[in-house]
């Protein structure tokens, strides 16, 4: 498995600490994901000229939160005042948006930029910034990711991270409606920002 190494960490625990308590949150399918993730953020910050060692951080920690139980996060989004709405969703939603939380109390990363993109990585927004996209598209394309159309997914968010972003938001709304499940307004919203074609 690759070497991960954080040159830089947004937090006064070193690389090796954050590794070891992100292992020790998620089971061994979940964390080569978060490799593939972070390797994959790396990739789109070089194309896109951002730093690539924070896009790595971000795309790595993205899932910290995933594999936290649905009784603690509904627990924290009570006590943390989080917007009551998020009562109505799931994990799925959850882990993104609350899941900012656990990053900032456990691997006591407190970038705004680091946290916002893990925030948005689940539902997207009208306003994204650079981190922000990289990390939802290396979520949707990294090497372990095999459905019906990813061979074209990466392909376009390779040559433009926008329409990657764009890309993502057309399949995620065409899976949750074909499957009959719920959308967070935030990702609709999304969708008409970045996938719609004038």
Known sequence: MTEINFVKTYS???????????????????????????????????????????????GFIHDYAKQVSPARFIEVIKEQHFDPDLLNYNRAIWHGIVGSYFIEKE???????????????????????????????????????????????????????????GFELAHTLDFLITNRKKIYPKTFAAYNKWAVKD
């Open 107 to 165: 691997l006591k990363i407190t970038d705004p930029e680091i946290l916002t993109a893990i925030k948005r990585h689940t539902t997207a927004d009208v306003e994204m910034t650079t981190l922000d996209k990289i990390v939802f598209v290396a979520d949707f394309i990294e090497p372990g990711r095999d459905f019906p159309g990813v061979e074209e997914a990466r392909k376009v968010a390779f040559a433009n991270l926008d329409d990657g972003v």
């Open 12 to 58: 006064p625990l070193t690389s090796d600490e954050i590794v070891a308590k992100e292992k020790s949150n998620m089971d061994e399918k979940r964390f080569k994901h978060c490799i593939g993730v972070s390797e994959t953020s790396r990739k789109l910050a070089e194309l896109n000229n951002y730093d690539p060692d924070k896009a790595a951080l971000a």
